[in-house]
């Protein structure tokens, strides 16, 4: 009986905390539109092939009678020289382009943040001195040098377009961690934990880590533009998705040589970018505004 | 009986929040003539100092609203003063002393430089000085605060200070451009005891030898014993009790005086009691009439009903209570 | 006679930084009986803090004993047994950090109870919990809050309640009060002044705030720069304060009574700030500010010399007086 009471209080307690967040979040009008961009997106993506008007444009196809058509009614935004709905093709490239930041995220993301965090919390032990040198040295490149050279050696397709990111992206989430550890480490909550005798994985894990969970999330968010951006690039100079892969970068490349005649190839993914890129960062602030300041009750 | 200096009249100010409004200041009502010292006695979160900026027009206005009445300073209402007479105000009449000094300063610039700009600013007369004059000015202003080694002090940066030669530096700022009121907010409260006390002090002789009028907000009664000549004690948003600083202390007569100074504990010994019975409320949702009477041992019907207001229980000595309600 | 629960001998804690070597304790010896209240009292730079710290095993000391019932525990907490941790615990000043934010009052007590061990046979950790939040008079329902949903005070109780989880014999305060208001302050007080007699709990009670201290502890010492300059019981310390330290902070309290200015020792007009402890002065760390300077205070650095039953000073002026 005593137990549903405190369900009861936990239920309401973490009710209200959503609604203290949806408000936080929605004050900003912008956060609402990056909001609803991504859960747009996020929806074509999904949904690629149930809500294309020519599903099967987006793989090996060919129409010579409909080949450069401009954007019409029965193609909004035309065909290119293959005969291939653009449409289509741009709402698979988000499917290509999305599903891929989301892999790379979802996987860099956690290494570089353990490793980020042991190396934050062993400060001046030689396991940071391993850890941060390491991130020290990846980070000295730029990470679309980075991808690139990685790349280069191995076979294009886009699962090592991927591979490539990832390799140049865990750095950043391990130097944001170590730094974030490194004071949080000297709070009296976790010399609390310590002196009582909490194991460390206790307090990596359930005192420092929830204190990080804004700038992380934050991170994640406005990482998704970066990664399809620097996929895109990949893409486009022909080390990513190969054709007939319909990803964002590798549309806007194959196009770039029949601008401006051909323009509508090249122009409507090329927008299709950078409305992620851009549904993403208001997103991100967003987030950042709703996790982001804790200051009054 | 002369014009007060300052005059706030029933003002109200509150905050808007995720649930509503904090309806934090509720009808203050709180006076200071010429030349006096009075002392501003509340525990935190009271809104002492919202009040204080209030006077200062230094609120955040989102998420700050004045809902009514009025600030007189020298007869004109600060609320509803342009930019230009605020400005005027703010560098010649009224100045404050925040309560961290480290916070108060800028660390990226030298002493010399911030008290440079701050004299350069203030008066018309101060404007039209020259570079000499104006750091001539400067080292004259430390010595006024007792800091010794001027000339080096000026070439110093906030970070090389102690909290005690910091505050200092932040009371002679405030007093270049503090003619007629100084506003000191907890001056002295992150500082030790013995430097704490030479900082009081400071500022007493300060300013008797000026003549200027001082607020002394602080949560501890000690201090405001021993330097002002009247004190206001505040809770939750309201002014409930108003006497000369001898009456006040010799015979408090709101039940929260009594609570605060039978809790403050003392050299004498005697133990410090069970403090106050209840917290303080939730500006969302205040208690209806006297915002004291949940945790008032006094409570009478009327005071869950009305808010009481200012009662003359004795010569000089108000209080916002109902039990003073038939006194003469 | 009752038994010593903690003995700290010569204790020194040196910080080497790049500014100099911080000499923050630099040779403390006091005891805490069974049951008593020590009060360790100073201004910034005192060490009374770093006293605390390393006593609990934040630090590791430089040089010294510290003496736990017998045993030694001049190490890190990382070394030391589960059972000393368990008898030995503290709370911290400021409530605002020294409980996570992102844990819930339930989680925070819970982890004590969970580390040790305590609380799974006959009662489950949550309602050994439960009892703790009763204990120090806060509802039920605060379980599921947030340390940021509740007031300081309250958060101070909740980790005095933590502080209580393992059924300890020794807690140290450090200013528990400090970040308070004075009526918060009187409940809290007088709530650890009835669990240390209920427990039968020794405190090592530390603020800076001397009327304070006078209500609460038994016995008091006063630090300066590192160095304790007396120590004595409560009554005598006000009473009779004879270090001229001692009479310059007393001298400086503002206090809320005639009784009490009354008390007050003639005032000593407190000048200058009291030194970096990275440049302690040679001789008397106190010698510059000391109005009744002599010449062998510069100098030489004085020895605890006992005036009375109990009551040391450290200071030329009585060096002569040897009983």
């Given at each position: ?5 405190y ?8 009710k ?6 949806v408000?936080?979040?929605t004050?900003?009008p912008?956060?609402?539109?990056g909001?609803?961009?991504v ?5 074509i993506?999904?949904?690629a092939?149930?809500i294309?008007?020519h599903p099967q444009s987006a793989g090996?196809y060919?129409?010579?009678y409909?080949t ?6 029965a193609?909004?935004?035309g ?8 449409l289509?093709r741009t709402l698979y ?5 999305l599903g891929m930041?989301a892999?790379?995220?979802s996987?860099?993301?956690p290494?570089?943040i353990?490793l980020?965090?042991?190396?934050g919390y062993?400060r ?9 040198r390491?991130t020290?040295?990846?980070i000295?490149?730029?990470p ?6 990685v790349?280069?050696?191995l ?8 591979l490539?990111i990832?390799v140049?992206w865990?750095?950043?989430?391990a130097r944001?961690l170590?730094?974030i550890?490194?004071?949080l480490?000297?709070?009296?909550f976790v ?5 009582t ?10 005192e420092?880590?929830?204190n990080?969970?804004?700038p ?7 990482d998704v ?9 990949l893409?486009?100079v022909?080390l ?6 319909p990803?964002?970068g590798?549309?806007?490349?194959d196009?770039?040589s029949?601008?401006p005649e051909?323009?509508w190839?090249?122009v ?10 851009l ?13 982001g300041e804790?200051?009054g009750g | 009986?002369p014009t ?7 003002l109200?100010v509150?905050f808007r929040?995720f ?6 200041l509720d ?6 003539w ?6 501003l006695?509340g525990?935190m979160g009271?809104g002492?100092t919202?009040t204080?900026k209030?006077?200062m027009r230094i609120?955040p ?7 009514g009445?009025?600030i007189?300073f020298?007869?004109?209402?600060i609320?509803r003063?342009?930019?230009g007479?605020l ?9 404050m002393?925040f309560q961290?000094?480290?916070a ?7 002493i010399?430089t911030q ?6 600013c203030?008066s018309e007369?101060?404007?039209s000085l020259?570079n000499?004059?104006?750091?001539a000015r400067?080292?004259q202003v430390?010595k006024?605060?007792?800091?010794p080694d ?6 110093n940066?906030?970070i ?6 910091r505050q200092r530096?932040?009371?002679?700022t405030a007093?270049?451009s503090?003619?007629?009121?100084l506003?000191?907010?907890?001056p002295?409260?992150?500082?030790d ?7 009081l ?5 300060i300013?008797e030898k ?6 002394l907000?602080s949560h501890a009664?000690?201090?405001v014993?021993?330097?002002?000549d ?5 809770y ?5 009790e108003a006497?000369k600083?001898?009456?006040?202390f010799?015979n408090?007569?709101?039940p929260?005086s009594?609570g605060?100074?039978?809790?403050t ?10 403090g106050?019975p209840?917290?303080?409320p939730?500006y ?7 915002r004291?009477h949940?945790r008032c041992e ?5 005071c869950?009903?009305?808010?009481p ?7 000089d000595?108000q ?7 038939n006194d003469r | 006679?009752?038994n ?8 020194k804690?040196?910080f ?13 010896s006091f ?5 008593e209240?020590f009060?360790?009292?100073?201004e910034s730079g005192s060490?009374?803090?770093?006293v605390?710290?390393t006593v609990?095993?934040m630090?590791?000391?430089t040089?010294g004993?510290?003496i736990?019932?017998g ?11 589960k059972?000393?941790?368990k008898d ?8 605002g950090t020294?409980l996570?934010?992102?844990r819930?009052?339930?989680?925070i007590?819970e982890?004590?109870l969970?580390v ?5 046979n ?5 309602e050994?919990?439960e009892?703790?939040?009763e204990m120090?008079q806060l509802p039920a329902s605060y379980m599921?809050?947030y340390?940021t949903?509740i007031?300081?005070g309250?958060?101070?109780?909740v980790?005095?309640a933590?502080a ?7 807690v140290?305060l450090?200013?528990?009060t400090s970040?308070?208001d004075v ?7 007088s709530?650890?002044i009835q669990f ?5 709990l020794?405190?090592l ?19 300066y720069l ?5 120590v004595?019981?409560?009554s ?11 009479q310059?902070?007393?001298s ?7 009784k009490?200015?009354?008390l007050k020792?003639?005032?000593v007009?407190s000048?200058g ?19 009744r300077k002599?010449?062998i205070c510069?100098k ?6 006992e005036v009375?039953k109990?009551?040391r000073?450290?200071c030329?002026?009585y060096?002569?007086?040897?009983i």
């Amino acid at each position: 009986m005593e137990k549903d009471l405190y369900r009861q209080r936990e239920l309401s307690r973490i009710k209200e905390d959503i609604q203290r967040n949806v408000y936080k979040f929605t004050r900003n009008p912008l956060s609402i539109v990056g909001l609803s961009l991504v859960c747009m997106i996020i929806f074509i993506a999904t949904f690629a092939p149930y809500i294309s008007p020519h599903p099967q444009s987006a793989g090996k196809y060919v129409n010579f009678y409909e080949t450069c058509k401009p954007p019409s009614l029965a193609h909004p935004f035309g065909t290119d020289r293959f005969g291939r709905d653009v449409l289509t093709r741009t709402l698979y490239g988000y499917r290509y382009s999305l599903g891929m930041a989301a892999m790379v995220i979802s996987i860099m993301g956690p290494i570089g943040i353990v490793l980020g965090l042991i190396a934050g919390y062993y400060r001046n032990s030689w396991v940071d001195t391993v850890i941060m040198r390491a991130t020290d040295i990846f980070i000295a490149v730029p990470p679309l040098l980075l991808a690139l050279a990685v790349c280069s050696v191995l076979t294009p397709s886009i699962f090592n377009a991927m591979l490539a990111i990832c390799v140049a992206w865990w750095p950043w989430y391990a130097r944001m961690l170590y730094e974030i550890t490194c004071s949080l480490k000297n709070e009296f909550f976790v010399q609390a934990a310590e002196l009582t005798g909490a194991s460390t994985f206790h307090i990596l894990f359930r005192e420092i880590i929830p204190n990080c969970l804004a700038p992380i999330l934050t991170k994640m968010s406005l990482d998704v533009g970066w990664v399809i951006l620097i996929g895109s690039a990949l893409s486009f100079v022909g080390l990513g998705a190969q054709p007939p892969t319909p990803d964002l970068g590798t549309l806007v490349a194959d196009a770039s040589s029949y601008l401006p005649e051909l323009w509508w190839e090249a122009v409507f993914p090329a927008f299709a970018i950078m409305l992620v890129v851009l549904a993403f960062n208001l997103f991100g602030d967003g987030i950042d505004d709703m996790l982001g300041e804790e200051k009054g009750g | 009986m002369p014009t007060p200096l300052l005059d706030i009249r029933d003002l109200h100010v509150w905050f808007r929040v995720f649930k509503g409004f904090l309806r934090v200041l509720d009808g203050i009502n709180f006076a200071v003539w010429p030349g006096e010292k009075v002392g501003l006695v509340g525990e935190m979160g009271c809104g002492k100092t919202t009040t204080m900026k209030a006077i200062m027009r230094i609120l955040p206005i989102p998420p700050a609203t004045i809902r009514g009445g009025e600030i007189l300073f020298g007869g004109k209402d600060i609320l509803r003063m342009g930019q230009g007479q605020l400005q005027k105000i703010r560098r010649e009449k009224i100045s404050m002393i925040f309560q961290d000094p480290t916070a108060a300063l800028n660390p990226v610039f030298k002493i010399g430089t911030q008290l440079q700009d701050v004299i350069s600013c203030t008066s018309e007369s101060e404007r039209s000085l020259k570079n000499e004059d104006i750091k001539a000015r400067t080292i004259q202003v430390l010595k006024e605060v007792s800091l010794p080694d001027p000339e080096r002090m000026l070439e110093n940066y906030p970070i090389q200070l102690s909290g005690g030669m910091r505050q200092r530096i932040c009371i002679s700022t405030a007093l270049v451009s503090a003619k007629e009121l100084l506003i000191a907010d907890e001056p002295g409260t992150s500082l030790d005891v013995t430097i704490k006390d030479q900082i009081l002090r400071l500022i007493g002789e300060i300013v008797e030898k000026r003549g200027t009028s001082v607020i002394l907000i602080s949560h501890a009664l000690g201090a405001v014993r021993n330097m002002t000549d009247r004190v206001y004690v505040m809770y939750a948003g309201s002014m409930v009790e108003a006497a000369k600083t001898k009456d006040l202390f010799d015979n408090p007569l709101h039940p929260y005086s009594q609570g605060l100074i039978a809790a403050t504990p003392k050299l004498t010994g005697g133990g410090v009691g069970e403090g106050i019975p209840g917290r303080i409320p939730e500006y969302i949702d205040p208690p209806a009439g006297c915002r004291f009477h949940p945790r008032c041992e006094h409570v009478m019907p009327i005071c869950s009903d009305k808010k009481p207001p200012f009662f003359e229980a004795n010569e000089d000595h108000q209080v916002a209570c109902f039990l003073f309600q038939n006194d003469r | 006679m009752r038994n010593t629960v903690l003995t700290v001998d010569q204790l020194k804690k040196y910080f080497v930084t790049r500014q100099g070597t911080v000499k923050a304790v630099d040779g403390i010896s006091f005891s805490v009986e069974e049951g008593e209240i020590f009060g360790l009292v100073g201004e910034s730079g005192s060490g009374k803090s770093t006293v605390a710290y390393t006593v609990v095993g934040m630090y590791r000391p430089t040089e010294g004993k510290i003496i736990y019932r017998g045993t030694d525990i001049g190490q890190e907490s990382k070394r030391r047994s589960k059972e000393i941790k368990k008898d030995i615990q503290i709370v911290f000043q400021d409530p605002g950090t020294s409980l996570n934010p992102k844990r819930t009052i339930r989680q925070i007590l819970e982890l004590p109870l969970k580390v040790h061990n305590l609380g799974t046979n006959e009662k489950k950790p949550l309602e050994r919990a439960e009892e703790l939040l009763e204990m120090v008079q806060l509802p039920a329902s605060y379980m599921y809050k947030y340390p940021t949903m509740i007031g300081g005070g309250e958060r101070q109780m909740v980790g005095i309640a933590r502080a209580l989880a393992t059924d300890p014999s020794f807690v140290i305060l450090d200013e528990p009060t400090s970040a308070l208001d004075v009526s918060v302050q009187a409940k809290i007080i007088s709530m650890l002044i009835q669990f240390q007699k209920k427990f039968e709990l020794a405190y090592l009670f530390i603020t800076h705030d001397l009327s304070l201290m006078r209500n609460v502890a038994s016995r008091i010492a006063i630090m300066y720069l590192g160095k304790i300059c007396e120590v004595a019981r409560a009554s005598e310390f006000f009473e009779n304060p004879l270090h001229p330290y001692t009479q310059m902070l007393l001298s400086s309290i503002h206090v809320i009574t005639d009784k009490e200015e009354a008390l007050k020792p003639k005032k000593v007009v407190s000048k200058g700030e009291i030194p970096s402890p990275v440049n302690v002065p040679p001789g008397c760390s106190f010698h510059l500010r000391c109005p009744r300077k002599m010449d062998i205070c510069s100098k030489e650095d004085p020895v605890a010399i006992e005036v009375s039953k109990g009551h040391r000073v450290r200071c030329h002026l009585y060096g002569a007086k040897v009983i």
